[in-house]
């Protein structure tokens, strides 16, 4: 099992993703209205994680042009929570520091 990860959830993260990784017990889960105003910016999600240590959960590809840890799917992918938490062990499994990685999800992790 890897080490424990810290997921910001943005808004657009589906809440079938949110719901499957607060089950895990491995991962610890915040959505960005639990921190932040629910109209902040993406830069501001994006200083905050970084800030606090948080990885960002999102489908939003406007978060690629922020340098902060990040972990993306695709909805066109309609990947399964299942797969997302695999890729997700994979990924906190491969890398020691996972703030600095842009990894999209389930992608070749699975």
Not at 16 to 45: K, N, Y
Not at 82 to 92: F, P, T
């Amino acid at each position: 099992m890897p080490s424990e990860l810290r997921i910001l959830c943005d808004r657009s993260a589906d809440q079938r993703f949110v719901d499957t990784l607060e089950r895990t017990g491995w991962i610890t889960v915040i959505r960005v209205e639990d921190v932040l105003p629910v109209d902040a910016p993406d830069r501001d999600i994006s200083e905050y994680a970084e800030q606090h240590d948080w990885i960002v959960f999102t489908e939003d590809s406007d978060f690629l042009n922020h340098d902060r840890g990040l972990v993306r799917y695709h909805p066109l992918d309609n990947p399964s929570p299942g797969n997302v938490v695999d890729a997700l062990r994979a990924i906190g499994e491969a890398f020691d520091d996972h703030r600095d990685s842009e990894q999209r999800v389930p992608g070749d992790w699975v």
